[in-house]
């Protein structure tokens, strides 16, 4: 009796487990060595822009944070002293291409206890390590333990000791996560699973070039060419009398013919289909990456009427989730240690926003100042708002929406400025 799985299946087709070509195919394990990451990164332009691009446009335009103008100019002189972006950036493409990548902080403290950013020294400096530097210890299995299933510890060698380092002094970024790494203490890079994709690539425009040098060949028909080049001196007299047919040719444009030992004809290579070929290459590869096909490869998108708006503003919405579930969770106590170097304490006040990467114009920002201000105006209007309710709403939104960067700080410094004056008028009519 045959056993069926629960598959695919015909027995009147012959489509069973014993003679179907397509149930033999199965998923193997296939480990790619950080030496041949190095070499496809260093030596494709593909891959090597795969890692790069989204790191790149993830630090790009960086963040904005929300606070005073005092405030702020103490937090990006921390974030320029110790060139944050620039190290997430490199941290973000480490992880990437490696699977793991590792941020340390030290303030000067025991790096073996965790660090509290609330009562903890300010910074002293922020580094972001080589590949193989930070090793991982143990993996935390303690669920009660908020590093749960991430390393209790991790050491790397400073000269010739031994540093253990808490989990908290440490930004772990992840490229792609193993639910095995808990084994392997090691993630994937980001080209494990699309390697076949980009070496098909790579591997068809490679070939596509070599069939530039065959697009035209000359083909010479001689009568009893074998019998006639197993003699040396006829086969030197060949050699020479085409040798001469070739230069005469190049120089001239002119071929001469024996008229009865002699055939010439010549083969070309068709080239009209090739586009089409290398769209099909471009656009897997792309969706491999998940990166727009026109960025990947700076081609302007195709079909009719499209734009490429749709497939760029998905892409940055990929960039902006990445942003927000990825990379600001490990960066959370990094960024309260900031806040805690640039203005002694930690206000619960002062966050940021990730810039976004979608830029509007300038006709749709007041489309979009006029949409939001007619919103609250109706409302006031209609007897819903108040108008000194709705003026903090109104600044607030636009503010948020870019539409009037920096209105939101300048409206609290006017009320600030109006408080004190009323202030002055009140005392001032007290003595009076």
Same mark, same amino acid.
């Given at each position: 009796?045959?056993?069926?799985?629960?598959?695919?299946?015909?027995?009147?087709?012959?489509?069973?487990?014993?003679?179907?070509?397509?149930?033999?195919?199965?998923?193997?394990?296939?480990?790619?060595?950080?030496?041949?990451?190095?070499?496809?990164?260093?030596?494709?332009?593909?891959?090597?822009?795969?890692?790069?691009?989204?790191?790149?446009?993830?630090?790009?335009?960086?963040?904005?944070?929300?606070?005073?103008?005092?405030?702020?100019?103490?937090?990006?002189?921390?974030?320029?002293?110790?060139?944050?972006?620039?190290?997430?950036?490199?941290?973000?493409?480490?992880?990437?291409?490696?699977?793991?990548?590792?941020?340390?902080?030290?303030?000067?403290?025991?790096?073996?206890?965790?660090?509290?950013?609330?009562?903890?020294?300010?910074?002293?400096?922020?580094?972001?390590?080589?590949?193989?530097?930070?090793?991982?210890?143990?993996?935390?299995?303690?669920?009660?333990?908020?590093?749960?299933?991430?390393?209790?510890?991790?050491?790397?060698?400073?000269?010739?000791?031994?540093?253990?380092?808490?989990?908290?002094?440490?930004?772990?970024?992840?490229?792609?996560?193993?639910?095995?790494?808990?084994?392997?203490?090691?993630?994937?890079?980001?080209?494990?699973?699309?390697?076949?994709?980009?070496?098909?690539?790579?591997?068809?425009?490679?070939?596509?070039?070599?069939?530039?040098?065959?697009?035209?060949?000359?083909?010479?028909?001689?009568?009893?060419?074998?019998?006639? /080049?197993? *003699?040396?001196?006829?086969? @030197? &007299?060949?050699? %020479?009398?085409?040798?001469?047919? !070739? =230069?005469?040719?190049? +120089?001239?444009?002119?071929?001469?013919?024996?008229?009865?030992?002699?055939?010439?004809?010549?083969?070309?290579?068709?080239?009209?289909?090739?586009?089409? /070929?290398? *769209?099909?290459?471009?656009? @897997? &590869?792309?969706? %491999?990456?998940?990166?727009?096909? !026109? =960025?990947?490869?700076? +081609?302007?998108?195709?079909?009719?009427?499209?734009?490429?708006?749709?497939?760029?503003?998905?892409?940055?919405?990929?960039?902006?989730?990445?942003?927000?579930?990825?990379?600001?969770?490990?960066?959370?106590?990094?960024?309260?240690?900031?806040?805690?170097? !640039? =203005?002694?304490?930690?206000?619960?006040?002062?966050?940021?926003?990730?810039?976004?990467?979608?830029?509007?114009?300038?006709?749709?920002?007041?489309?979009?100042?006029?949409?939001?201000?007619?919103?609250?105006?109706?409302?006031?209007?209609?007897?819903?708002?108040?108008?000194?309710?709705?003026?903090?709403?109104?600044?607030?939104?636009?503010?948020?929406?870019?539409?009037?960067?920096?209105?939101?700080?300048?409206?609290?410094?006017?009320?600030?400025?109006?408080?004190?004056?009323?202030?002055?008028?009140?005392?001032?009519?007290?003595?009076?």
């Amino acid at each position: 009796m045959t056993q069926i799985n629960d598959t695919l299946t015909s027995m009147q087709a012959g489509i069973t487990p014993t003679r179907s070509k397509a149930q033999t195919v199965t998923y193997a394990s296939r480990t790619m060595t950080d030496q041949e990451i190095d070499n496809a990164v260093r030596f494709s332009s593909l891959a090597q822009r795969v890692v790069q691009m989204p790191s790149e446009d993830m630090t790009r335009k960086w963040r904005e944070w929300q606070a005073d103008a005092k405030q702020i100019s103490a937090i990006d002189e921390v974030e320029s002293k110790f060139n944050i972006r620039g190290k997430v950036r490199a941290n973000i493409e480490r992880g990437r291409k490696y699977g793991d990548a590792y941020i340390y902080m030290d303030n000067g403290e025991d790096t073996e206890t965790p660090l509290v950013p609330e009562t903890a020294r300010p910074l002293r400096f922020v580094n972001s390590l080589r590949p193989y530097i930070m090793i991982p210890g143990e993996i935390e299995d303690d669920p009660m333990s908020e590093y749960y299933d991430q390393p209790a510890y991790y050491e790397f060698a400073a000269g010739s000791a031994s540093v253990r380092v808490h989990p908290s002094r440490v930004v772990h970024y992840v490229g792609v996560p193993r639910d095995d790494a808990v084994v392997t203490h090691q993630n994937d890079s980001a080209l494990t699973a699309m390697m076949d994709d980009l070496k098909n690539h790579d591997s068809a425009m490679s070939n596509l070039s070599d069939m530039m040098f065959e697009a035209k060949i000359d083909i010479m028909k001689v009568k009893d060419l074998m019998r006639r /080049v197993s *003699d040396p001196e006829t086969e @030197a &007299a060949l050699t %020479a009398r085409y040798q001469l047919a !070739a =230069l005469m040719k190049s +120089v001239n444009g002119m071929l001469i013919m024996d008229m009865d030992d002699e055939e010439y004809q010549q083969k070309q290579l068709s080239f009209a289909t090739l586009p089409d /070929v290398i *769209d099909r290459f471009q656009i @897997a &590869a792309s969706g %491999a990456a998940r990166i727009p096909r !026109a =960025l990947l490869f700076g +081609v302007s998108a195709g079909g009719l009427g499209s734009t490429g708006d749709l497939e760029l503003s998905s892409y940055y919405d990929r960039i902006g989730s990445m942003q927000e579930n990825d990379l600001q969770p490990c960066m959370t106590i990094l960024d309260k240690m900031i806040i805690k170097t !640039a =203005l002694g304490t930690i206000p619960p006040e002062v966050h940021y926003n990730w810039r976004t990467l979608w830029q509007l114009s300038d006709k749709e920002k007041a489309e979009i100042g006029v949409n939001i201000t007619k919103k609250y105006v109706d409302a006031v209007t209609a007897g819903i708002f108040s108008a000194e309710f709705s003026t903090e709403l109104l600044i607030n939104e636009l503010t948020e929406a870019g539409v009037s960067p920096g209105l939101e700080a300048a409206y609290a410094d006017f009320t600030g400025d109006m408080h004190e004056t009323d202030l002055e008028i009140e005392e001032q009519e007290i003595t009076e």
